[in-house]
């Protein structure tokens, strides 16, 4: 069955407010006046290059299912149910490198990358994964128990158990989510883009002073 179906209810909605857009993209504001997230990071060139180059670099390695028997040579499970999603369509509209992208740039800049398992059957075999956003994520430690709860823009909350999630960490504080690399480089970024943004509007006046 797939992820989407069942919960997932489309609906008009509008956002009218800023805060409630940085509060939604956990955007703050930087003591140079910027309101910092994953989307205007992204707008500065180093970043975003940072970020290709892990993803790209991730991403264009074969993502093969092998048997491990004990022995030196390594054999291909191209027949396993897992191979095929893995090695060529994790879901139905991600090629294998369009995914492991996705989820390397997730990780870069928030510090989480969240996939959702789609399991079929008593065997329970993986059929797809299925990317989320991890802003829209939220993980609760319940005595030992990790409580994942999606809340997408245009549908109802769902919370997941682990087992229906693959959570990719990066450096951790309290061991079950990682920290969130924008905010902690939120004021670099920031100045980042106050240069380019002054330099802009300075080329734009062709490069004479206002003043």
């Given amino acids: 069955m797939s992820f989407w179906s069942g919960w997932f209810r489309p609906k008009e909605?509008?956002?009218?407010?800023?805060?409630?857009?940085r509060e939604i993209y956990g955007g703050r504001v930087s003591r140079a006046g910027v309101t910092?997230?994953?989307?205007?990071?992204?707008?500065?060139?180093?970043?975003?290059?940072?970020?290709?180059?892990?993803?790209?670099g991730i991403a264009q390695v074969p993502w093969k299912l092998f048997l491990d028997d004990g022995t030196d040579i390594r054999k291909a499970q191209s027949l396993h149910p897992l191979y095929h999603v893995?090695?060529?369509r994790p879901n139905r509209w991600q090629t294998s490198f369009e995914f492991r992208e996705t989820i390397a740039f997730h990780a870069s800049l928030m510090g989480n990358a969240y996939v959702f398992v789609g399991r079929v059957g008593t065997a329970r075999e993986v059929r797809e994964l299925v990317p989320l956003e991890p802003q829209l994520m939220t993980v609760k430690n319940d005595n030992g128990k990790l409580i994942y709860k999606y809340s997408p823009l245009d549908?109802?909350?769902v919370e997941f158990d682990a087992r229906?999630?693959?959570?990719?960490?990066?450096?951790?504080w309290n061991g079950?989510?990682?920290m969130d690399a924008i905010s902690l480089l939120r004021e670099a970024v920031s100045l980042a883009i106050a240069s380019e943004s002054a330099h802009s509007e300075l080329h734009r006046g062709g490069s004479r002073s206002s003043g």
């Fill in 13 to 21: 909605q509008k956002y009218g407010s800023i805060d409630l857009f």
């Fill in 164 to 172: 229906d999630i693959w959570h990719i960490r990066g450096p951790s």
């Fill in 36 to 56: 910092v997230n994953w989307k205007t990071a992204l707008e500065v060139s180093t970043v975003l290059s940072c970020c290709k180059v892990i993803g790209e």
């Fill in 86 to 88: 893995l090695y060529r």
């Fill in 155 to 157: 549908g109802p909350s």
């Fill in 176 to 178: 079950y989510a990682g």
